[in-house]
């Protein structure tokens, strides 16, 4: 009778993952290479005219960016907390194997960003840039290697990624925020202070939430702080209430929220910031580009560094018996993970536009980030396809 609830519960937005988010991470590859075509064709004009058009005081790009992407961060928040709770984050074991191989993931590309850019007062700002993982792309190529990657990994690429989300948050949080309006700041910290009253007086309807985070969002906006912390920060107070031998309750507030947002951010909100932001045209640029080191930054930070920082860290954590490597998977798979890792698409595109003002430089980014991860992709890709056999194939050579 114990095992009763585990098979009628719903499966939590991590599991997911590895179904509807693979298919968004196909998606965005597309919405990603048709900005580039349409950047570099006769509409090119209009693609980035449209981008500048203000509709109520904000820039359509802005909208995206400030707006929509908060709905993308609220997703990213209610996962977090869901999977901290009840989830492949619910215990230490099952944290300290992603854990540490994000924080190499997330250390090792800043340090090769930094040595690169240590003179160069304005390119260090985007330190950051290479330390993200786009969770949706990098699930969107395992999804095209099937059975050859054991579903070990692909849970613990999703939770390695989830990680990389936080520690992304945390330093837009402190780091990427502009000057602060204190009166706007004050009334942002009133408004999360009614959330988490809310929350502790037990407030079940999703309604009033959304009504006091929409007005969060406006006010963190106003503060100089970037907005998208906003959805964070209400993804934070929605409540999940485990029950005994029912912890994923299909009739919790963030249950609801989290499994109606997916699909919509998934297939629609990140494409739609790939296609707004990775176009770049190729007009008046040359090689010299790549020898840029806020481009060459990014690049090997992306693709070398993820690489480095993700199997190193979980290499040495498995050697030293603090964790054990993942069940089915052998180095060389653990490997072509980590390689892509190095896919930092959305998040890094996100961090880049905090770091630099210059279109030149937002320029030079988009290269970098579209080196990096399109590198990482491939080689990730084609490391694992040549180390994996479909499981069919295996049993059939077992027989």
């Not at 194997?97 to 040595?115: C, D, K, M």
């Not at 849970?155 to 402190?174: E, H, M, R, S």
């Not at 109606?260 to 629609?268: A, I």
Request: hydrophobic share 55%.
């Amino acid at each position: 009778m114990n095992d009763v609830p585990s098979l009628i519960r719903p499966p939590s937005v991590l599991r997911r993952f590895l179904d509807s988010e693979a298919s968004g991470g196909i998606v965005l590859m597309f919405a990603a290479a048709l900005a580039l075509i349409v950047a570099n064709s006769p509409f090119a004009e209009t693609y980035f005219h449209t981008l500048h058009i203000y509709i109520g005081g904000l820039s359509v790009l802005h909208w995206i960016n400030d707006a929509l992407m908060v709905i993308f961060f609220l997703l990213v928040g209610l996962e977090i907390k869901r999977e901290f709770l009840d989830g492949q984050l619910a215990s230490w074991s099952n944290r300290m194997l992603p854990g540490i191989a994000a924080a190499g993931g997330v250390v090792v590309p800043a340090l090769i960003f930094a040595f690169l850019n240590a003179g160069n007062p304005e390119t260090i700002r985007g330190w950051a840039i290479p330390s993200a993982t786009d969770i949706a792309f990098a699930l969107g190529v395992i999804s095209l290697l099937g059975s050859r990657v054991p579903s070990s990994l692909k849970v613990f690429l999703a939770t390695l990624a989830i990680l990389d989300d936080l520690a992304a948050v945390v330093i837009i949080a402190i780091f990427y925020t502009s000057d602060i309006a204190l009166p706007y700041l004050g009334a942002a910290a009133v408004a999360t202070l009614v959330l988490i009253i809310m929350n502790r007086m037990g407030v079940m309807k999703l309604l009033p939430y959304l009504v006091v985070g929409f007005i969060l969002w406006y006010l963190v906006l106003r503060s100089g702080v970037h907005a998208t912390i906003a959805g964070v920060i209400l993804a934070m107070t929605i409540p999940l209430r485990p029950a005994p031998g029912r912890p994923d309750d299909m009739t919790s507030p963030l249950h609801k929220l989290e499994h109606g947002l997916s699909n919509w951010v998934s297939f629609l909100i990140v494409p739609i910031f790939g296609f707004a932001n990775a176009g770049v045209s190729f007009s008046g640029i040359d090689a010299s580009v790549f020898r840029d080191t806020l481009t060459l930054g990014i690049a090997l930070g992306l693709f070398v560094g993820k690489q480095i920082g993700v199997f190193g860290a979980a290499w040495l954590s498995i050697k030293l018996r603090l964790t054990a490597k993942p069940m089915g998977a052998s180095w060389i798979q653990l490997y072509g993970v980590s390689l892509l890792c190095g896919i930092g698409f959305t998040m890094s595109l996100f961090i880049g536009l905090l770091s630099f003002t210059s279109d030149h430089m937002h320029d030079e980014t988009k290269i970098g980030v579209l080196t990096g991860s399109i590198l990482s992709a491939i080689c990730g890709y084609l490391v694992l396809r040549l180390s994996g056999k479909p499981k069919a194939r295996q049993e059939e050579v077992a027989g």
